[in-house]
């Protein structure tokens, strides 16, 4: 199988690529700068280009590109956020559109905060509420769902008649790699900051690399998903939780408490945004469980663990 990747040079390009050379797959990377795991061709991130060849032919698309949201949310940084996301699916939808064999597959990068902050039920893809209009929160929330709507309906315009088209409803992505998320969060921990953030009551939605991988590969190969699907494990915990069981596999019995404007605080000096702590992610995968994907980590406590020894196995200067 033919694979092309946009965006596939950072942390879950690489899960992604790593899992599909293994099993013998062609992989192409699709990079504005770098090379990754795989074979790495260039391109822009918001126009068609040579880059196209790659497509034509191919069996699937996976594409990720977008700017990380893990910056400050300054206009600048949100339009940059919303300008690389919608521009790079409409270039891939137009490099789609005029291949003469065009792939039979999709999956498009979406986000599972497009999701309500909630406290009350889960968010699932059929009766799940789209966030936006939730009282009592900071109203520049609004400015994540409204990236996140652009980006799915971009994909939804898109003229592919003949491919699959899948959004990738994603939770946070949790792989022992070094930078990515669950490397910071570790790093955290074993600093003695790994406490409560907050109220502690908000959510954590998340998945493991291994699943994350597995459930990539159902919906490349399921002819009869399409649409908007969550990317989550299917047990999403009270962030004060997420942290006690990040703490006990972590070696820590205590770690620091942050509240509200400490977190303003130490967002300002790490060039982040506090809704990436504070909003409630309360998301489930109805329809992976409907179609009989079976979880290898559904509950975070034993997902921890195995991510914290793969993380200490990864090499001397993280012991």
Not at 74 to 95: C, I, K, P, Y
Request: aromatic residues 6%; positive net charge; glycine residues 10%.
């Amino acid at each position: 199988m033919k694979i092309v990747i946009p965006g596939g040079t950072g942390q879950v390009g690489a899960l992604l690529a790593r899992a599909f050379l293994a099993r013998g797959d062609d992989v192409v990377l699709v990079s504005r700068g770098g090379h990754g795991v795989a074979r790495t061709v260039a391109w822009d991130g918001r126009t068609v280009g040579d880059w196209a060849r790659e497509v034509d032919g191919a069996d699937a698309v996976i594409n990720l590109a977008g700017r990380s949201v893990n910056c400050r949310y300054t206009e600048e940084n949100l339009r940059q956020m919303m300008d690389s996301r919608v521009d790079s699916t409409r270039a891939v939808g137009q490099a789609i559109e005029q291949a003469v064999r065009p792939p039979r597959v999709w999956l498009q990068m979406s986000t599972a905060t497009l999701y309500a902050h909630r406290l009350d039920a889960p968010n699932d893809e059929a009766t799940g509420r789209i966030g936006g209009d939730e009282p009592g929160v900071p109203a520049y929330w609004k400015r994540s769902i409204d990236i996140a709507r652009a980006w799915e309906r971009t994909l939804a315009e898109a003229n592919t008649p003949r491919t699959r088209k899948v959004a990738l409803r994603a939770a946070m992505v949790m792989s022992p790699d070094r930078e990515g998320i669950f490397d910071v969060l570790l790093g955290l921990t074993r600093r003695g900051l790994g406490g409560t953030a907050g109220s502690g009551k908000q959510f954590v939605s998340w998945i493991h690399d291994r699943d994350f991988v597995r459930a990539v590969r159902l919906l490349l190969e399921r002819e009869d998903l399409d649409g908007p699907v969550n990317l989550a494990a299917p047990h999403p915990l009270p962030h004060r939780e997420f942290m006690s069981k990040l703490r006990e596999a972590a070696g820590m019995g205590v770690g620091l408490p942050a509240t509200k404007w400490m977190l303003e605080i130490g967002a300002f000096f790490m060039r982040t945004d506090t809704e990436l702590l504070l909003k409630s992610r309360r998301v489930v995968p109805g329809r992976l469980l409907d179609a009989g994907f079976t979880f290898e980590y559904p509950e975070w406590g034993a997902a921890v663990r195995n991510l914290v020894e793969r993380w200490r196995n990864a090499g001397p200067e993280r012991s």
